[in-house]
């Protein structure tokens, strides 16, 4: 009998999950479909079931559930799905004719707006057939739990060649699933484990009063995340409550043109995509029907940001993230001071405390394991933002699904509660791509943000 621990970090996802505020994460890829499909021109299921069953071996968790501890004395594990049935996790759709772009973000918004079932690992793909140009889309689902966008991007590059002709994988062992920890002794198990925990607190106290440095440095840090959360930024009009369902738009850039602006103006590429971001989100509130008076100063990002170093790749799942919260100048006309002011702040801040003050707090969270779910979820609603922006590096090189070249590809983060917009940006070959959620009912307009993104990197070209 054997489970895998869940660290602190990818509990939170689990803990502040609801019915109607999912926390999985996604993409939308599109395929050159030929390859994809069989001798009478239909997608060939079979062969991509056999093909991701082939590669689940280099991706353990992809065939693992989780499994809560009795009385939830405890985080969750992980333990092998005895039942693991690969025609769940890999599913066919179509899409109706003329299988347009307006009809492949629908479908993508419906798919996403529904959460995974925790009973069956939490991960599930989409192949759509009908897409215009005789490609074969893509929708991936996968649980925040499981990790971090850089992880997922590691996921699916377990899942992909970088060539279109590559060796045949090597055959496998079957696979056997391990029977799953006994709940009693899951429990025993939780209990000694906080034992432990609760002795590195008291060492760490000891420890304190020989040199209190390190704890004053943590307090410190904890103090500054505390006092920025209690300055809540003004509402945005899609701060509010969320519903069940979602629109998502995309948009794409050349990254040619994201690094002549990078190198123009001594800037990173996040920065660039967070001024383009402020820029649109101008002109985006301004041209709405009920546009204010006046924009605010500016709008709050929290922006995610990765602790791995470069050597933590390949099968390394999990979430090794913390966060700045960066103000999005929208009140300032000119583009190429709102990258001046991002730059500024971002070069301040990821260095800062805050990012460490952020990451304590989660932390801390996790000691008290009945408390523990009901107290992230209050923090998770306090930390004081109108938006989240997150921007993934992707493979800078083509890649292949069983000979299928990846044309485009767009991620997916979910909203938040009283949060009801993110931007995600992924890069990938030649090109950045965006894909922008929305809540449903309040974001009816979501398309033009995402005409707006484009629009604005050309301002910033030109700036």
Same mark, same amino acid.
């Given at each position: 009998?054997?489970?895998?621990?869940?660290?602190?970090?990818?509990?939170?996802?689990?803990?502040?999950?609801?019915?109607?505020?999912?926390?999985?994460?996604?993409?939308?890829?599109?395929?050159?479909?030929?390859?994809? *499909?069989?001798?009478?021109?239909?997608?060939?299921?079979?062969?991509? /079931?056999?093909?991701?069953?082939?590669?689940?071996?280099?991706?353990?968790?992809?065939?693992? *559930?989780?499994?809560?501890?009795?009385?939830?004395?405890?985080?969750?594990?992980?333990?092998?799905?005895?039942?693991?049935? %690969?025609?769940?996790?890999?599913?066919?759709?179509?899409?109706?004719?003329?299988?347009?772009?307006?009809?492949?973000?629908?479908?993508?918004?419906?798919?996403?707006? %529904?959460?995974?079932?925790?009973?069956?690992?939490?991960?599930?793909?989409?192949?759509?057939?009908?897409?215009?140009? #005789?490609?074969?889309?893509?929708?991936?689902?996968?649980?925040?739990?499981?990790?971090?966008? %850089?992880?997922?991007?590691?996921?699916?590059?377990?899942?992909?060649?970088?060539?279109?002709?590559?060796?045949? #994988?090597?055959?496998?062992?079957?696979?056997?699933?391990?029977?799953?920890?006994?709940?009693?002794?899951?429990?025993?198990?939780?209990?000694?484990?906080?034992?432990?925990?609760?002795?590195?607190?008291?060492?760490?106290?000891?420890?304190?009063?020989?040199?209190?440095?390190?704890?004053?440095?943590?307090?410190?840090?904890?103090?500054?995340?505390?006092?920025?959360?209690?300055?809540?930024?003004?509402?945005?009009?899609?701060?509010?409550?969320?519903?069940?369902?979602?629109?998502?738009?995309?948009?794409?850039?050349?990254?040619?043109?994201? /690094?002549?602006?990078?190198?123009?103006?001594?800037?990173?590429?996040?920065?660039?995509?967070?001024?383009?971001?402020?820029?649109?989100? *101008?002109?985006?509130?301004?041209?709405?029907?009920?546009?204010?008076?006046?924009?605010?100063?500016?709008?709050?990002?929290?922006?995610?940001?990765?602790?791995?170093?470069?050597?933590?790749?390949?099968?390394?799942?999990?979430?090794?993230?913390?966060?700045?919260?960066?103000?999005?100048?929208?009140?300032?006309?000119?583009?190429?001071?709102?990258?001046?002011?991002?730059?500024?702040?971002?070069?301040?801040?990821?260095?800062?405390?805050?990012? #460490?003050?952020?990451?304590?707090?989660?932390?801390?969270?996790?000691?008290?394991?009945?408390?523990?779910?009901?107290?992230?979820?209050?923090?998770?609603?306090?930390?004081?933002?109108?938006?989240?922006?997150?921007?993934?590096?992707?493979?800078?090189?083509?890649?292949?699904?069983?000979?299928?070249?990846?044309?485009?590809?767009?991620?997916?983060?979910?909203?938040?509660?009283?949060?009801?917009?993110? %931007?995600?940006?992924?890069?990938?070959?030649?090109?950045?791509?965006?894909?922008?959620?929305?809540?449903? #009912?309040?974001?009816?307009?979501?398309?033009?943000?995402?005409?707006?993104?484009?629009?604005?990197?050309?301002?910033?070209?030109?700036?």
């Amino acid at each position: 009998m054997a489970h895998d621990a869940m660290t602190a970090a990818d509990a939170v996802f689990l803990r502040i999950e609801t019915l109607h505020e999912p926390q999985h994460v996604g993409s939308l890829s599109l395929f050159a479909g030929d390859a994809l *499909r069989n001798d009478t021109g239909a997608i060939d299921l079979d062969a991509l /079931r056999a093909h991701v069953g082939r590669r689940l071996d280099r991706v353990p968790r992809l065939r693992q *559930r989780v499994m809560e501890v009795p009385f939830g004395q405890g985080r969750p594990v992980w333990v092998d799905d005895v039942g693991f049935d %690969i025609e769940y996790h890999v599913r066919l759709t179509s899409l109706p004719r003329p299988g347009g772009n307006d009809q492949l973000l629908d479908l993508m918004s419906r798919v996403q707006a %529904i959460a995974l079932d925790r009973a069956r690992p939490l991960w599930e793909m989409w192949f759509v057939d009908g897409v215009a140009d #005789d490609r074969v889309g893509l929708i991936i689902k996968t649980h925040h739990a499981l990790g971090d966008g %850089i992880a997922n991007v590691d996921l699916a590059m377990a899942l992909v060649d970088l060539e279109p002709d590559p060796a045949p #994988d090597v055959p496998a062992d079957p696979w056997q699933p391990r029977s799953a920890t006994a709940p009693r002794d899951l429990l025993t198990a939780s209990m000694a484990d906080q034992a432990r925990r609760s002795f590195s607190i008291a060492r760490a106290a000891a420890d304190a009063v020989r040199d209190p440095r390190p704890l004053i440095g943590t307090a410190t840090s904890i103090v500054r995340t505390v006092r920025d959360f209690v300055v809540k930024p003004a509402p945005a009009p899609w701060n509010r409550d969320v519903g069940a369902q979602r629109r998502w738009v995309s948009a794409r850039v050349p990254l040619e043109t994201v /690094r002549t602006i990078r190198e123009g103006h001594d800037a990173t590429i996040n920065d660039v995509v967070l001024a383009a971001c402020s820029g649109a989100l *101008r002109r985006f509130l301004s041209e709405r029907v009920d546009a204010p008076p006046s924009l605010p100063a500016s709008l709050k990002a929290m922006v995610p940001v990765s602790l791995r170093s470069d050597d933590e790749h390949g099968d390394t799942l999990g979430n090794r993230i913390s966060l700045i919260l960066v103000d999005l100048p929208i009140s300032e006309p000119d583009p190429a001071v709102r990258l001046e002011r991002v730059h500024t702040q971002t070069s301040e801040l990821k260095g800062s405390v805050m990012v #460490d003050g952020a990451q304590t707090i989660l932390e801390l969270a996790d000691t008290i394991p009945r408390l523990a779910p009901m107290v992230t979820r209050f923090v998770s609603r306090q930390i004081p933002m109108n938006l989240v922006v997150t921007n993934v590096p992707g493979p800078p090189i083509p890649l292949y699904l069983r000979g299928a070249p990846l044309v485009e590809t767009y991620p997916y983060v979910e909203v938040l509660d009283n949060e009801g917009l993110t %931007i995600a940006v992924v890069s990938y070959a030649d090109t950045l791509f965006f894909g922008i959620t929305g809540d449903r #009912d309040v974001m009816h307009d979501i398309a033009d943000l995402a005409t707006a993104i484009a629009v604005e990197f050309d301002e910033l070209a030109a700036s």
